[in-house]
């Protein structure tokens, strides 16, 4: 498998502008996270789904972000209009789950991140 | 709500010192308990994991972490450093009752020093 693969690797666009990134989970993983990553606030989880439903968006800092799970292999979270402050890595994760069992669940496989500026 | 310390923000040492980072969880269920590690430039990637059995668990590269149930806690150790373990250690949490959430540390970044 070619693990879980985010697109693009470096965006660079100026503030007011929509960005949007994509990514692919490992093929047969029911779960998906976006996190985000700066110096400042460290890992921030923003949203997950399971089964290709969002399950927990708080972590979504505000309306201009959105994320979508159309199908099982793919998804997007856009940000619309981008703001200077949003700049930061974002990963994708995907990991799977044994029905009700914790046991062999949940470990997470992480995309090489896309890196945003907004200047 | 879950929540993760890790109580070293930045650890600096020389080659061959011992390691051992702090990681405390808030939750009294049963937990699955991760360490994950990001090389500077790469994605995170598990280095080991805890679901259940022998407390002590071996990861990859000579990293070890000892699961304490009545501590709350799952510390990250490596008896001998090297100059490329210099990276920034995560410890994970998913709970019972959370199955699908991983709640992270604000991680620890380890400097060795050849």
């Known amino acids: 498998d070619a693990g879980v693969i985010q697109s693009p690797r470096h965006e660079v666009t100026e503030m007011g502008q929509e960005v949007t990134l994509r990514c692919k989970p490992i093929?047969?993983?029911?779960?998906l996270f976006w996190y985000r990553q700066t110096m400042m606030r460290g890992l921030e989880l923003l949203i997950y789904f399971n089964n290709n439903v969002p399950i927990d968006d708080s972590g979504m800092p505000e309306d201009r972000f959105s994320a979508k799970m159309p199908n099982a292999s793919f998804s997007t979270l856009k940000i619309q209009p981008s703001e200077p402050r949003d700049s930061a890595v974002y990963f994708c994760?995907?990991?799977?789950?044994?029905?009700?069992?914790?046991?062999?669940?949940?470990?997470?496989?992480f995309g090489a991140g896309s890196r945003l500026t907004v200047l | 709500a879950q929540s993760v310390s890790q109580h070293n923000h930045h650890v600096i040492l020389s080659e061959a010192a011992s390691l051992e980072l702090g990681c405390n969880y808030s939750y009294g269920g049963t937990v699955n308990l991760f360490w994950y590690v990001q090389y500077p430039g790469q994605h995170l990637q598990l280095l080991l994991k805890?679901?259940?059995?022998?407390?002590l668990v071996k990861g990859i590269k000579g990293f070890e972490a000892e699961f304490i149930k009545s501590k709350f806690s799952f510390n990250l150790r490596k008896p001998s450093v090297q100059w490329s373990d210099t990276a920034e250690y995560f410890c994970a949490v998913t709970s019972n009752t959370n199955a699908g959430k991983s709640t992270f540390g604000d991680g620890t970044t380890l400097t060795v020093k050849p």
């Open positions: 994760a995907s990991s799977f789950s044994t029905g009700n069992k914790l046991g062999g669940a949940n470990v997470l496989t």
């Open positions: 093929s047969g993983h029911d779960y």
């Open positions: 805890y679901f259940s059995g022998d407390p």
